[in-house]
Every structure is written in structure tokens, then in C-alpha cells.
Nanobody, 121 residues
Framework: QGQLAESGGGLVQAGGSARLSCVASSNIFRLAAKAWYRQAPGNQRELVAHITPDGGTNYADSVKGRFTISRDNAKNTVDLQMNSLKPEDTAVYYC???????????????WGRGTQVTVSS
């Protein structure tokens, strides 16, 4: 399936911005649906945003208007631009390759190892 490698995490002050990037080593990833998930300590992993093969996007209510997911098929990457960060955005963020069912539900298939984002108040 190849590997997914995230980068761009770190420590950010509340109100600041960060950009995560995920690059894949396999062409399977190139035209697939992609997503970013996150998992905070003690919480379940949650879907943050996904992007369809033709560029359609969907966001969790908690990040709408603040986060933007984008893809570059030529570079085989998917990025997550995060603005107006809040302490509750602190989590490990995971890149994902998946599929989308006919009702629009995103189904995860392959995962990266994750990158830590910590937002200080």
C-alpha cells in the first residue's frame, strides 16, 4: 500500500496557524479520497476533514471556517491548513487514504504515523 508521512506539527500559540503536509510513496494514494484525523489523549480518533478525488471537501463542525484541506495530485500530497488554532485542537493528527461510499461517508483505509500539534493558551 505504500507509506504516508506527515510533517508540520509542533507547538503553536492559541490564535496562530500551522500547516500539516502528508506525502505518499505509492501511486494508490494519488487519486484516492484523502483525509485528516486527529486523536487527543483520552479521546477517540475523529475525522477532521476529507477531500474527494475531484476536490470536494467536508469538515467537522469544530473546524469549519478555520481549517482547509487541499490536495496536489502531481506531488502526491494532502495538506491541512489550520488557522485560529485553539487549545482544544491539541492532538496527534493523522493522514489517511480512504474511500467514499454512495452516501458520502468517508471510510479510512491506510494511515500515517501521525504528527503532534500542541496549541498553548
Amino acid at each position: 500500500q505504500g507509506q504516508l508521512a506527515e510533517s508540520g506539527g509542533g507547538l503553536v500559540q492559541a490564535g496562530g496557524s500551522a500547516r500539516l503536509s502528508c506525502v505518499a510513496s505509492s501511486n494508490i494514494f494519488r487519486l484516492a479520497a484523502k483525509a485528516w484525523y486527529r486523536q487527543a489523549p483520552g479521546n477517540q480518533r475523529e475525522l477532521v476533514a476529507h477531500i474527494t478525488p475531484d476536490g470536494g471537501t467536508n469538515y467537522a463542525d469544530s473546524v469549519k471556517g478555520r481549517f482547509t484541506i487541499s490536495r496536489d495530485n502531481a506531488k502526491n500530497t494532502v495538506d491541512l491548513q489550520m488557522n485560529s488554532l485553539k487549545p482544544e485542537d491539541t492532538a496527534v493528527y493523522y493522514c489517511n487514504r480512504g474511500s467514499i461510499s454512495s452516501d458520502g461517508t468517508y471510510h479510512p483505509i491506510a494511515w500515517g504515523r501521525g504528527t503532534q500539534v500542541t496549541v498553548s493558551s
